[in-house]
């Protein structure tokens, strides 16, 4: 077995940490771990291009964009924060922790599309969590609205990533029983997706824990900021 | 059949109208490398199957180097005010989400139900889905908004424009860990985990094995490309065949400490850094920093978990 090919992920992983354009390293790790295996660099360009091509579909997603900048040319944005900020007592803590809780719940019976980066938090999540800090704290500067931002991302993935595999008719789940399977073991998917709970659970636990603190730092930092930074 | 074929030429046609909205725009000073840049896009989706492997490779690393050294402009279109939308938000209220939760409904009924119509292929259903319920989505914006179809398109742009690389790298990393496969590095990788570990302790094998998983995925991007490396060359022979640990919940939470591993990495750009480009924070790497916590403090708990439940 040879190491030769990991040269590629340390060009990977030197470039992100190094913050060159993303692209170029991606294409350099490539060509670095085709050429160590052995592939010429024709070769290499040829594997690459047939992988980037089976996976479109990858890019599919895209097509969401125009219509939600319709809607957001409508107003979506402005309609999504309008009715936060009429809600009292509403917090980035309350808006997140149930968005986390219903992202998680609805992967968790199979509900897979009801979420999404470009289709939920663009457009309403995160000008909602946004809506809601303001409400409560004022006018806040530019940086801790890139932090809710940021949070409001953070949450639609945890909800995700550890919601879907209490459902059994998931890929993942499915990948596992069908590896098993290979070597000899039969497991139910079931027992898999019975499995997943504990971890479903402290993963809510945990990142809803995040998101309290979070709010409380928001409010400090709400406090402390200087007036001029304040819109 | 209607199937992924009539989603990319769908996608290609969407592509090659942002290509010539572009092309169009003069007040963007890059606008001939965004035209061509979502002009190659276009031609990939239209044209991907009769290009040859080479020909996409050449397609792939044009897009690359012109995204990743002439960089790509962000267009000047015209389209409403803050103060037209906040008009527009109290006139048209709730009706604002019925397009918007149209794409997921539409979606979610489609996986369901489409692959039972003759008419589609069931294979990939959920992106036939995803695609008829953009247009749903589009018409109804159009009827009950008022939202012009061209303005549709100069918003997408818009959004586009935004992503700008990004809008490529959830493709380009996948595409790099089928070369990863290919080049044998995922061999490598399980080679050297399972040459790390001694043999001994029953801890030291499930901490191996849930740190090995998160760390291979951010390596990979992907959980699932780690998934059979990792569990065949730790899990199978040490927990389960040397400590007679359970299959189920081995690798139902080896899985899941993968997951930790994507929520640490730009490997898995179409959840960590397209969101940060989508959202216009000028940090990239913030949505990683603020799962960060939640990552570890969660693959601690996994590995806590698996060593309690897995020997039973």
Known sequence: MSLLPLLGVLVVVLGFAARLNPLLLVMAGAIVSGLASGLDFAGVISAFGKAFNDNRYVSVTWLVLPVIGALERAGLQERARDMIARIRGASVFSILCLYLLMRQSAAAIGLNSLGGQATMMRPLIAPMAEAAGEARLGALPEKLREDIRAQAAAAENVGWFFGEDVFVAIGSILLIKGFLEQNGISVEPLQLAVWSIPTAVLAFVIHATRLYVFDRRLVRASRTAPEGNRA | ??????????????????????????????????????????????????????????????????????????????????????????????????????????????????????????????????????????????????????????????????????????????????????????????????????????????????????????????????????????????????????????????????????????????????????????????????QLPTAFLLLAANTVLMYALVFR
Not at chain 2, 175 to 202: D, E, M, Y
């Open chain 2, 1 to 290: 059949m209607i199937g992924i074929g009539a989603v990319y030429v769908f996608a290609g046609l969407v592509f090659a109208v942002i290509a010539l909205l572009s092309a169009g725009d003069s007040g963007n000073p890059k606008r001939w490398a965004n035209t061509a840049f979502w002009g190659l896009f276009a031609l990939s989706f239209l044209a991907g199957d009769y290009l040859g492997d080479f020909g996409n490779g050449l397609l792939v690393l044009a897009m690359v180097l012109i995204a990743g050294t002439v960089g790509l402009g962000i267009g000047k279109n015209q389209t409403t005010t803050v103060q037209q939308r906040g008009t527009s938000a109290r006139l048209y209220r709730n009706k604002l989400f019925i397009p918007a939760l149209t794409i997921p409904v539409v979606t979610l009924i489609g996986s369901f139900t489409f692959k039972h119509i003759a008419l589609f292929n069931p294979a990939q259903i959920t992106l036939v889905s995803l695609s008829i319920g953009v247009i749903v989505a589009l018409l109804l914006a159009r009827v009950l908004l008022k939202q012009p179809i061209p303005a549709a398109f100069q918003e997408g742009r818009k959004l586009l424009d935004l992503l700008g690389w990004a809008s490529l790298l959830p493709q380009m990393l996948a595409a790099l860990g089928a070369v990863f496969a290919l080049a044998g590095v995922g061999q490598a990788i399980g080679g050297l985990a399972a040459q790390a570990i001694p043999g001994g302790s029953r801890f030291a094998a499930v901490a191996a094995y849930t740190i090995g998983m998160a760390a291979f995925t951010a390596i990979m991007g992907n959980a699932f490309a780690a998934f059979p490396v990792m569990t065949a060359g730790i899990g199978l022979p040490l927990i389960i065949a040397k400590f007679g640990g359970d299959a189920a919940v081995m690798t139902a939470i080896g899985m899941l400490s993968g997951f930790c591993g994507t929520l640490m990495t730009p490997m898995a750009a179409n959840f960590n850094i397209v969101p940060a480009a989508l959202l216009g924070l000028h940090d990239r790497y913030a949505v990683i920093k603020a």
